[in-house]
């Protein structure tokens, strides 16, 4: 291409003859499709919620003007939603470094020279296929406290039998622990694949100057991995703070609220209460803290993420 | 650290093996011990764990084939003899299961072909194409991966009950015509893969931009289609919180959806319950098995971006 196909002529016209009027013109109805939807499905919903979420709404009558009060009611006089701040952040960090780290380990030791590995690779990986709720009803069995196979196992190994959804202290542990069994299998392919990336003559450099196993992983893997475990943290993070059907399925956000989380209580106030502008205040809320979560981890990843050595 | 020294052990080439450098010089026998009490080590903590993920999957197909009487047995019964295949049609009878699946994978099967179509389009455009605002619209999707789905799920209620899209599976595959930020990106990562020399040569053979698209990056970009499919299709099948505010009636539910009705209905009949969730994730194990390379590459696909 050389500037022999710019128009002689300039405007609209001129341009639109032109090999690069052309061009556009096609690039345009190819993501005309995907304008359309940004602006009906996704830019016109989020600008709409914003403006519910200043309304008090029930989807019957029209929405009625009333500036912050959803906020402030949120903020300040509603103590079930600082208890779903509590009980998503205590998921978010019950699940997220855990599964995080022992997706890693795992990942290393599969990605040693041994057999079966494709063996063990595709068990790991039969929970991530299914669903939340299939696995969520599967554990709400497994959970169940008089003949349910966990309290069958800790009775075997000496322990008492715990009685896990119905007791407050217990529900959101469970929970996390279903969730990190669930999810362990995916972020372990993604880790495996970082690892494969990293280069092999690293290791063998540093085998020659006489490294050890812990300072190769230390020195070598760890910084070299920080890309692919940024990418497994920050979507985990995403992801976990949406939390939901777990909560559905397994305790309805119970017992005490002890599981209920954001998600679970906007789709309440929204969908079984229909007080729609509180949703949407909550909704909005939810999208402030992810995006800010998002931006503090881009920013916070140039103080620990190598891309090289 | 430079990588030019070829190593002069040949055994230090098993690498991440504690002791390995030291065994060169202190004698085979303790490297061996090391060597062996590792690996011991290593197969047993990964049966472990593959059997705490199997086991928890083996036993809802054990309970979905008992009696009702044998589910509360204690000490627990692996195998029932004769197993109970019965519960599986009377799950038929409790509700719409043949409906649940039928909707499930016409949904999934909708929204799949709409991601493929929109998705590639436009990535495409944004690869390989030149026009004013690109990078702007770009950008503004790119961003659109950190909305959740819940900012959008009221006014989208309130414009599907408008058009009366409300118990349609409308709501459920149309937008999907409509492009999806986390598709266009992934199409988009593996066209640039693509030598520029092929737009090149076909431009000058005459082909028109959009015909380059179908005639050279689509039938090259298979894998990628593959990974964009798989992850659209296991998102639909999967998908709760959707069909739980668009699907009212039960004869439009899916089998997600389905589910939770089912244990909610049955009452602690956990043999039916478990039957319901084998029916629902088996069609989605099958596929992973099928197609067990694509699930795997595309996840490791996604991880690894540029």
Same mark, same amino acid.
């Given at each position: 291409?050389?500037?022999?196909?710019?128009?002689?002529?300039? %405007?609209? @016209? =001129?341009?639109?003859?032109?090999?690069?009027?052309?061009? +556009?013109?096609? $690039?345009? /109805?190819?993501?005309?499709?995907?304008?359309?939807?940004?602006?009906?499905?996704?830019?016109?919903?989020?600008?709409?919620?914003?403006?519910?979420?200043?309304?008090?709404?029930?989807?019957?009558?029209?929405?009625?003007?009333?500036?912050?009060?959803?906020?402030?009611?949120?903020?300040?006089?509603?103590?079930?939603?600082?208890?779903?701040?509590?009980?998503?952040?205590?998921?978010?960090?019950?699940?997220?470094?855990?599964?995080?780290?022992?997706?890693?380990?795992?990942?290393?030791?599969?990605?040693?020279?041994?057999?079966?590995?494709?063996?063990?690779?595709?068990?790991?990986?039969?929970?991530?296929?299914?669903?939340?709720?299939?696995?969520?009803?599967?554990?709400?069995?497994?959970?169940?406290?008089?003949?349910?196979?966990?309290?069958?196992?800790?009775?075997?190994? %000496?322990? @008492? =039998?715990?009685?896990?959804?119905?007791?407050?202290?217990? +529900?959101?542990? $469970?929970? /996390?622990?279903?969730?990190?069994?669930?999810?362990?299998?995916?972020?372990?392919?993604?880790?495996?694949?970082?690892?494969?990336?990293?280069?092999?003559?690293?290791?063998?450099?540093?085998?020659?100057?006489?490294?050890?196993?812990?300072?190769?992983?230390?020195?070598?893997?760890?910084?070299?991995?920080?890309?692919?475990?940024?990418?497994?943290?920050?979507?985990?993070?995403?992801?976990?703070?949406?939390?939901?059907?777990?909560?559905?399925?397994?305790?309805?956000?119970?017992?005490?609220?002890?599981?209920?989380?954001?998600?679970?209580?906007?789709?309440?106030?929204?969908?079984?209460?229909?007080?729609?502008?509180?949703?949407?205040?909550?909704?909005?809320?939810?999208?402030?803290?992810?995006?800010?979560?998002?931006?503090?981890?881009?920013?916070?990843?140039?103080?620990?993420?190598?891309?090289?050595? | 650290?430079?990588?030019?020294?070829?190593?002069?052990?040949?055994?230090?080439?098993?690498?991440?093996?504690?002791?390995?450098?030291?065994?060169?010089?202190?004698?085979?026998?303790?490297?061996?011990?090391?060597?062996?009490?590792?690996?011991?080590?290593?197969?047993?903590?990964?049966?472990?764990?593959?059997?705490?993920?199997?086991?928890?999957?083996?036993?809802?197909?054990?309970?979905?084939?008992?009696?009702?009487?044998?589910?509360?047995?204690?000490?627990?019964?692996?195998?029932?003899?004769?197993?109970?295949?019965?519960?599986?049609?009377?799950?038929?009878?409790?509700?719409?299961?043949?409906?649940?699946?039928?909707?499930?994978?016409?949904?999934?099967?909708?929204?799949?072909?709409?991601?493929?179509?929109?998705?590639?389009?436009?990535?495409?455009?944004?690869?390989?194409?030149?026009?004013?605002?690109?990078?702007?619209?770009?950008?503004?999707?790119?961003?659109?991966?950190?909305?959740?789905?819940?900012?959008?799920?009221?006014?989208?209620?309130?414009?599907?009950?408008?058009?009366?899209?409300?118990?349609?599976?409308?709501?459920?595959?149309?937008?999907?015509?409509?492009?999806?930020?986390?598709?266009?990106?992934?199409?988009?990562?593996?066209?640039?893969?693509?030598?520029?020399?092929?737009?090149?040569?076909?431009?000058?053979?005459?082909?028109?931009?959009?015909?380059?698209?179908?005639?050279?990056?689509?039938?090259?970009?298979?894998?990628?289609?593959?990974?964009?499919?798989?992850?659209?299709?296991?998102?639909?099948?999967?998908?709760?919180?959707?069909?739980?505010?668009?699907?009212?009636?039960?004869?439009?539910?899916?089998?997600?959806?389905?589910?939770?009705?089912?244990?909610?209905?049955?009452?602690?009949?956990?043999?039916?319950?478990?039957?319901?969730?084998?029916?629902?994730?088996?069609?989605?194990?099958?596929?992973?098995?099928?197609?067990?390379?694509?699930?795997?590459?595309?996840?490791?696909?996604?991880?690894?971006?540029?």
């Amino acid at each position: 291409m050389s500037a022999a196909t710019t128009p002689a002529r300039g %405007g609209l @016209r =001129g341009f639109l003859g032109s090999n690069r009027g052309r061009e +556009a013109i096609e $690039a345009y /109805i190819l993501i005309l499709p995907t304008i359309l939807g940004l602006i009906v499905f996704t830019a016109s919903p989020v600008l709409a919620s914003l403006y519910y979420s200043f309304t008090r709404w029930n989807l019957l009558s029209t929405p009625k003007w009333q500036a912050f009060d959803n906020y402030i009611e949120l903020l300040t006089e509603d103590p079930l939603f600082w208890i779903t701040i509590k009980n998503t952040g205590y998921y978010v960090l019950g699940t997220v470094p855990t599964g995080t780290v022992l997706a890693l380990l795992l990942a290393i030791a599969l990605n040693q020279k041994i057999r079966f590995v494709a063996v063990f690779r595709t068990i790991y990986f039969l929970p991530v296929v299914s669903s939340v709720v299939a696995i969520s009803v599967l554990w709400l069995w497994l959970y169940q406290s008089d003949f349910g196979l966990v309290n069958e196992l800790l009775r075997l190994l %000496g322990f @008492r =039998g715990i009685r896990w959804l119905s007791s407050v202290t217990w +529900a959101m542990p $469970a929970i /996390i622990i279903m969730s990190i069994w669930h999810g362990l299998g995916y972020n372990i392919v993604i880790f495996i694949a970082g690892l494969q990336g990293i280069p092999q003559d690293y290791y063998e450099a540093a085998t020659v100057d006489g490294a050890n196993a812990w300072h190769k992983f230390l020195n070598i893997t760890i910084p070299l991995l920080s890309p692919v475990t940024f990418f497994v943290l920050t979507l985990s993070v995403i992801n976990s703070f949406q939390v939901f059907a777990q909560a559905y399925v397994m305790t309805r956000g119970g017992p005490v609220n002890a599981t209920k989380t954001i998600v679970y209580y906007l789709f309440q106030q929204g969908f079984e209460n229909f007080h729609m502008g509180y949703a949407s205040a909550l909704a909005y809320v939810l999208f402030v803290i992810i995006v800010s979560l998002t931006l503090f981890q881009f920013w916070f990843q140039r103080r620990w993420v190598h891309y090289e050595l | 650290m430079s990588a030019q020294d070829a190593t002069p052990i040949g055994e230090a080439r098993t690498t991440a093996i504690p002791g390995a450098s030291a065994a060169a010089s202190e004698g085979l026998t303790s490297y061996r011990v090391l060597h062996i009490t590792w690996r011991v080590l290593l197969y047993a903590v990964l049966t472990l764990v593959g059997a705490t993920m199997l086991l928890p999957l083996l036993w809802m197909i054990s309970t979905s084939l008992k009696e009702p009487g044998e589910v509360l047995l204690l000490p627990p019964k692996w195998i029932s003899i004769p197993p109970q295949w019965g519960n599986y049609p009377r799950l038929f009878d409790v509700l719409p299961f043949d409906l649940f699946l039928i909707n499930s994978i016409k949904i999934a099967v909708f929204a799949t072909v709409g991601a493929l179509l929109s998705c590639s389009m436009a990535a495409f455009a944004f690869a390989r194409m030149r026009f004013p605002g690109k990078n702007v619209i770009f950008a503004i999707i790119l961003a659109t991966i950190m909305i959740p789905f819940h900012v959008t799920l009221i006014p989208l209620f309130k414009l599907y009950r408008d058009i009366g899209w409300l118990s349609t599976h409308l709501p459920l595959t149309v937008p999907f015509f409509f492009g999806t930020a986390f598709g266009i990106f992934l199409m988009r990562q593996f066209y640039l893969t693509i030598p520029q020399e092929m737009v090149e040569a076909a431009r000058i053979d005459g082909c028109s931009f959009i015909q380059i698209y179908y005639r050279i990056f689509l039938p090259l970009s298979k894998p990628g289609l593959a990974t964009l499919g798989i992850f659209t299709f296991l998102g639909s099948w999967n998908n709760l919180m959707g069909p739980l505010i668009f699907l009212t009636k039960v004869e439009t539910m899916t089998i997600t959806l389905g589910l939770t009705l089912l244990t909610n209905q049955s009452g602690g009949r956990w043999e039916l319950i478990q039957a319901g969730a084998v029916i629902s994730i088996l069609p989605i194990i099958v596929m992973f098995f099928i197609g067990q390379e694509h699930f795997i590459q595309g996840i490791a696909r996604t991880g690894i971006k540029g």
